[in-house]
């Protein structure tokens, strides 16, 4: 099978931990890696953000990704990327023309917008992954969201016109199904992890001593909840917290958000205990999660959650707020806590439950190491999104013989 896809802002190259790169990039280059392990030709096209890329980049054997221009070749928020659809569908539309692909998978909605304008002439089918929607973001951030006006209504449109939707938690299926997606062409496949790399055996980053440790590994938006987990720590003197991502320390306070959770911290009196590391290479995440005593994922919303995930596979339990994917992936009390957004005294108390009681920890870290393992493994993940491949090939061919003359 020939596989495109198309990722517009979220490029499976990029370095991890800026405003627009997290778990998307992560995700599609974990999937497409794994189909191209089990022999599926994959092709992600991403836009181009530097003049001096390559057209093509040979990630792994049977996966490359191409450089699609549309609008500067710089990087630029990816809500600014929508004017430009237009320009790579266009230049979607050229690739497929030459060498045309059974299927796309369009990640995020411009991506969508792109591959279903690209491949209208072409009768290609395509999925759908959205990663967020535009009507739980809009309902949780209200004046501050920057989404083009647009979105919400092209995100109802792309649920109702693309082959098959894969979404990533059940919460997700609520939300389409409300847009008027048709709850039979929606399949869900939870994003996966590395369990070769994100595992329990693996070296831990040392630490000092006399202070517990709890971690946060995630992109510096205010939507995060980091901000909340800094005034957590205000009831957690024995604590230290690390915050992995976003700029570099030199350049924190330069950052908009990093910025406002450095004068968070100091109002706090807790900047002492909390070490903002910037932005990590993936092969520093491991031993920084296994490090931890608790990790904490507390957004206000949250499409999926990667981070979790990757914890429970390190054998660390998890404190997550009851949102979105995270009522999925964290099974309350079994492999981690839940705590309700945007609590931090709540957040706090729960923290010193897990801080206070080794075994506790120990009981989570290793059911949640068992979850992971039997549910999240990335190849898992691709063996049901090929799955999902295969289901649509059938209905998009009859379709074709039927419209034929």
Same mark, same amino acid.
């Given at each position: 099978?020939?596989?495109?896809?198309?990722?517009?802002?979220?490029?499976?190259?990029?370095?991890?931990?800026?405003?627009?790169?997290?778990?998307?990039?992560?995700?599609?280059?974990?999937?497409?890696?794994?189909?191209?392990?089990?022999?599926?030709?994959?092709?992600?096209?991403?836009?181009?953000?530097?003049?001096?890329?390559?057209?093509?980049?040979?990630?792994?054997?049977?996966?490359?990704?191409?450089?699609?221009?549309?609008?500067?070749?710089?990087?630029?928020?990816?809500?600014?990327?929508?004017?430009?659809?237009?320009?790579?569908?266009?230049?979607?539309?050229?690739?497929?023309?030459?060498?045309?692909?059974?299927?796309?998978?369009?990640?995020?909605?411009?991506?969508?917008?792109?591959?279903?304008?690209?491949?209208?002439?072409?009768?290609?089918?395509?999925?759908?992954?959205?990663?967020?929607?535009?009507?739980?973001?809009?309902?949780?951030?209200?004046?501050?969201?920057?989404?083009?006006?647009?979105?919400?209504?092209?995100?109802?449109?792309?649920?109702?016109?693309?082959?098959?939707?894969?979404?990533?938690?059940?919460?997700?299926?609520?939300?389409?199904?409300?847009?008027?997606?048709?709850?039979?062409?929606?399949?869900?496949?939870?994003?996966?992890?590395?369990?070769?790399?994100?595992?329990?055996?693996?070296?831990?980053?040392?630490?000092?001593?006399?202070?517990?440790?709890?971690?946060?590994?995630?992109?510096?938006?205010?939507?995060?909840?980091?901000?909340?987990?800094?005034?957590?720590?205000?009831?957690?003197?024995?604590?230290?917290?690390?915050?992995?991502?976003?700029?570099?320390?030199?350049?924190?306070?330069?950052?908009?958000?990093?910025? $406002? =959770?450095?004068?968070?911290? %100091?109002?706090?009196?807790?900047?002492?205990?909390?070490?903002? @590391?910037? +932005?990590? *290479?993936? !092969?520093?995440?491991?031993?920084?999660?296994?490090?931890?005593?608790?990790?904490?994922?507390?957004?206000?919303?949250?499409?999926?959650?990667?981070?979790?995930?990757?914890?429970?596979?390190?054998?660390?339990?998890?404190?997550?707020?009851?949102?979105?994917?995270?009522?999925?992936?964290?099974?309350?009390?079994?492999?981690?806590?839940?705590?309700?957004?945007?609590?931090?005294? $709540? =957040?706090?108390?729960?923290? %010193?439950?897990?801080?206070?009681?080794?075994?506790?920890?120990? @009981?989570? +870290?290793? *059911?949640? !190491?068992?979850?992971?393992?039997?549910?999240?493994?990335?190849?898992?993940?691709?063996?049901?999104?090929?799955?999902?491949?295969?289901?649509?090939?059938?209905?998009?061919?009859?379709?074709?013989?039927?419209?034929?003359?």
């Amino acid at each position: 099978m020939r596989v495109a896809m198309v990722s517009e802002h979220a490029s499976p190259l990029a370095t991890l931990g800026g405003v627009d790169a997290g778990g998307q990039n992560v995700h599609v280059a974990a999937l497409a890696t794994a189909l191209a392990k089990r022999g599926t030709d994959v092709t992600v096209y991403t836009r181009r953000d530097d003049p001096s890329l390559p057209s093509r980049v040979s990630m792994a054997p049977r996966l490359v990704v191409e450089h699609v221009d549309a609008g500067p070749a710089e990087p630029i928020p990816k809500d600014d990327i929508y004017p430009y659809v237009g320009q790579l569908a266009n230049g979607l539309r050229r690739a497929w023309a030459t060498r045309r692909p059974d299927v796309v998978h369009a990640h995020f909605w411009m991506s969508g917008l792109a591959s279903l304008a690209a491949t209208q002439p072409l009768r290609i089918p395509v999925l759908q992954t959205f990663h967020a929607l535009g009507v739980v973001k809009r309902r949780h951030q209200g004046g501050k969201d920057t989404s083009p006006p647009a979105r919400i209504e092209h995100e109802v449109a792309i649920a109702r016109r693309v082959d098959q939707v894969i979404a990533t938690c059940s919460d997700e299926v609520f939300e389409l199904v409300r847009m008027g997606a048709d709850r039979h062409r929606i399949s869900i496949v939870p994003c996966g992890v590395d369990l070769g790399t994100f595992r329990p055996d693996g070296p831990a980053e040392p630490r000092q001593h006399g202070r517990h440790r709890l971690v946060v590994v995630s992109r510096l938006v205010e939507r995060k909840g980091i901000g909340d987990v800094i005034l957590a720590m205000r009831h957690l003197p024995d604590t230290e917290l690390v915050i992995a991502g976003g700029p570099s320390p030199e350049a924190l306070d330069r950052d908009p958000e990093g910025h $406002r =959770l450095l004068n968070l911290a %100091r109002q706090a009196g807790v900047r002492d205990r909390i070490d903002f @590391r910037g +932005g990590l *290479a993936r !092969a520093d995440v491991p031993p920084l999660i296994r490090s931890a005593d608790v990790v904490v994922s507390v957004p206000w919303y949250e499409p999926f959650g990667i981070v979790p995930v990757e914890a429970m596979a390190c054998g660390v339990p998890v404190a997550g707020s009851a949102v979105g994917g995270l009522i999925d992936t964290i099974v309350d009390g079994e492999t981690g806590l839940h705590v309700p957004p945007r609590d931090p005294d $709540r =957040l706090a108390a729960v923290l %010193r439950t897990l801080i206070d009681d080794a075994t506790l920890r120990r @009981r989570l +870290g290793d *059911a949640g !190491a068992r979850r992971a393992a039997a549910r999240y493994g990335n190849d898992q993940v691709a063996a049901a999104t090929l799955a999902c491949y295969r289901r649509v090939l059938p209905e998009v061919r009859q379709r074709a013989a039927w419209v034929s003359p």
